[in-house]
């Protein structure tokens, strides 16, 4: 239990940053609520866009899918050669095609664009397209306006290095309310400090409620403030995680090396297919193409047993010449520094855990803006000096003699 002069400079950390960041936490939050269902709220707001009504399985393979919708759009003017292809995960969804729009040179604010173009699978027809990274309130831009704010607060790597200093604050106060929480050696202060009492108007419900759910939200929310400061700041955490764990190297790979004249490049069926002998267990989820002659197949794809859900962690290289494998990131097999910083995503999202772990992480999402609420009215609370009691002057006596007394 810290008392005295430590207890005071703590609960000052915690006030003051909590005052600095508390707007940009609540809207972390709040925004992180839709986004963990991200999936499920685009399909609904954008049914004709991300599926094909009716369709049922079996899908074709990977291969064939990427090669016919990449040949189909790069024939047609009006897109071109896509930069990379979301392939389907059901057999009623349709492949979303990537084209990166150029950033402003020195425009700091400024977000990373990408033109998304839908396309069914079978029937090779553009289903509508749309710019992801736009800010916009209308069905298709909505999902995409509430990951912009949460994780760039659509002002670019500026916003991006603020959400992910946000991260560390929320870390800190976590840490710091913990400190301040933890209660005497005893049973009857540990249950104490976890009882909430009081009627809701009054001081001692908020600051009990503070408190007690402060403490059962803690471990969810340091996890969240860790792993977001991990997303915008890795050049932070990842030499703070290889001084204790084994990280591998993560630079990008080219091309190998030829003599002479290269020849015909690969294409995506036989890119996917080189990566599916890893693993033909596995679902392949993205397919980044080649940008130029040194650029290779960057391949993702779900293996059976990952934590990750959605399109997974394996991370797979491909030579765009040769077919050859460059690398293999195996979250299957990868040294403990790689296995922590791999379960930060599913943690942060829920997915790691299921329904349950979604749930949770969606509870979470309001408690910012609940403890944000609790704390200003408990700081508000203090700073009212209670009024003097004006006291009544006493009437002077009258002296026997005729003269004033006391």
């Not at 189909?72 to 009623?92: F, N, T």
């Not at 209660?183 to 249950?191: D, E, F, N, Q, S």
């Not at 934590?307 to 990868?334: C, K, M």
């Not at 910012?368 to 004006?390: E, S």
């Amino acid at each position: 239990m810290v008392t005295g002069l430590p207890r005071k400079l703590l609960r000052n950390i915690h006030l003051y940053l909590s005052l600095a960041f508390g707007v940009l936490l609540v809207l972390a939050g709040l925004t992180g609520v839709g986004l963990t269902w991200i999936d499920e709220l685009d399909e609904a707001l954008n049914p004709s866009l991300l599926q094909v009504a009716g369709r049922t399985g079996p899908m074709a393979p990977a291969g064939v899918t990427a090669e016919r919708v990449a040949g189909r759009l790069e024939a047609d003017p009006r897109y071109g050669r896509p930069s990379g292809l979301q392939l389907p995960r059901a057999p009623d969804g349709v492949v979303i095609a990537s084209y990166r729009i150029a950033k402003p040179d020195g425009d700091a604010l400024a977000l990373p664009r990408i033109r998304q173009v839908m396309v069914d699978p079978v029937t090779l027809v553009v289903l509508g397209e749309r710019n992801w990274g736009e800010f916009g309130l209308t069905r298709p831009l909505l999902t995409s306006t509430l990951f912009h704010l949460h994780r760039y607060l659509f002002a670019g790597e500026i916003g991006k290095i603020v959400m992910g200093l946000a991260g560390l604050a929320l870390f800190l106060i976590g840490a710091i309310g913990v400190a301040l929480w933890w209660p005497k050696a005893t049973l009857g202060a540990l249950v104490k400090s976890f009882r909430i009492h009081g009627h809701w108007k009054t001081m001692k419900f908020q600051y009990s409620f503070h408190r007690s759910a402060g403490m059962i939200m803690a471990p969810v929310l340091l996890m969240l403030g860790f792993s977001g400061m991990y997303f915008n700041l890795p050049d932070w955490v990842r030499p703070a995680v290889a001084s204790v764990a084994t990280l591998t190297p993560t630079e990008k790979l080219q091309n190998a090396p030829v003599r002479g004249p290269r020849g015909v490049p690969i294409g995506p069926a036989q890119a996917i297919a080189a990566a599916q002998a890893f693993n033909p267990a596995g679902r392949i989820g993205r397919v980044s193409l080649p940008a130029d002659k040194k650029t290779p197949y960057e391949i993702r794809m779900r293996q059976p047993g990952e934590v990750r859900q959605g399109d997974g962690s394996t991370r797979i290289t491909v030579d765009a010449y040769t077919g050859q494998l460059l690398r293999v990131r195996d979250p299957l097999n990868t040294p403990a520094g790689d296995t922590f910083l791999n379960w930060q995503f599913p943690l942060h999202t829920g997915e790691a855990f299921g329904l349950a772990g979604r749930v949770v992480i969606t509870l979470a999402g309001f408690a910012p803006l609940a403890f944000m609420v609790t704390g200003l009215v408990l700081w508000l609370g203090r700073r009212k000096k209670p009024a003097r009691a004006v006291q009544p002057a006493r009437p002077a006596r009258l002296h026997p003699a005729g003269g004033l007394g006391r």
